[in-house]
């Protein structure tokens, strides 16, 4: 399973547009990329997942260049309730894949 | 719709003691897993259940831990006898059986956390 890389921390504040990059240099053919958000005191919620290119639903972007070596988390608008640890994951997207978190990027949203 | 549930949401017991962790998956979800957080680690995979099988039990720690899924429906998870380094969040997570090549999004529960003394 893929490495990934990514700040241990980011501070925003509101209205501001976050861009949380991550990279997985040994990224696999068969690899999606994958980004979970965790509140205090709750589970890891998914949020977006992508193969290759760009990747928009209500909550976020996700952009992955070509190569595929790293991908970007996009928030727009951010807003104190997305304050939170954001989380790249890297792996094959199976319909048994377990999920290996890495540390994860705090994000302090300020107002 | 339900989302994952766990019981009870914290407990508190002596090393050497046994403790029992519930989880109750999203009606229909198939795949189980479950994944702890010991204090300054990162999430790591405990398990994983299809139905009532185990699939993949490579994270678990010992043979301290004891995960069931009788009848596939939900989980137990028992640790006997607990230890110091067993305290942490244990987190369930389930998601449906999907197609091979299909993203399978797991859905996790808000977490036990698990103290001993």
């Known amino acids: 399973l893929a490495k990934t890389t990514q700040p241990i921390s980011m501070d925003s504040y509101e209205g501001q547009e976050v861009n949380i990059t991550c990279s997985h240099n040994n990224i696999a053919t068969n690899d999606y990329i994958t980004w979970y958000q965790q509140f205090p005191s709750q589970g890891p919620r998914f949020i977006i997942q992508?193969?290759?290119t760009k990747v928009t639903n209500e909550v976020a972007s996700l952009f992955i260049p070509a190569d595929r070596k790293s991908s970007t988390l996009s928030l727009p608008r951010v807003s104190l309730s997305d304050t939170a640890v954001y989380y790249c994951l890297v792996g094959y997207g199976g319909a048994t894949n377990k999920l290996i978190f890495g540390t994860g990027t705090l994000l302090a949203v300020q107002p | 719709e339900a989302g994952v549930t766990q019981f009870p949401s914290h407990s508190v017991i002596e090393k050497g003691q046994t403790v029992t962790l519930r989880c109750d998956p999203i009606?229909?979800?198939?795949?189980l897993y479950w994944y702890r957080r010991v204090m300054g680690k990162e999430i790591k995979f405990l398990l994983h259940f299809v139905k009532e099988s185990k699939q993949d039990e490579s994270g678990m720690p010992n043979n301290r831990f004891l995960a069931e899924r009788t009848g596939g429906t939900y989980s137990t998870l028992k640790v006997q006898p607990a230890e110091l380094e067993d305290s942490g969040v244990y987190f369930c997570?389930?998601?449906?059986?999907?197609?091979?090549?299909?993203?399978?999004?797991?859905?996790f529960g808000p977490g036990t956390r698990l103290t001993v003394l």
């Open positions: 997570a389930s998601s449906q059986v999907t197609s091979s090549g299909t993203y399978n999004e797991q859905f």
């Open positions: 992508g193969y290759k």
């Open positions: 009606s229909g979800h198939d795949n």
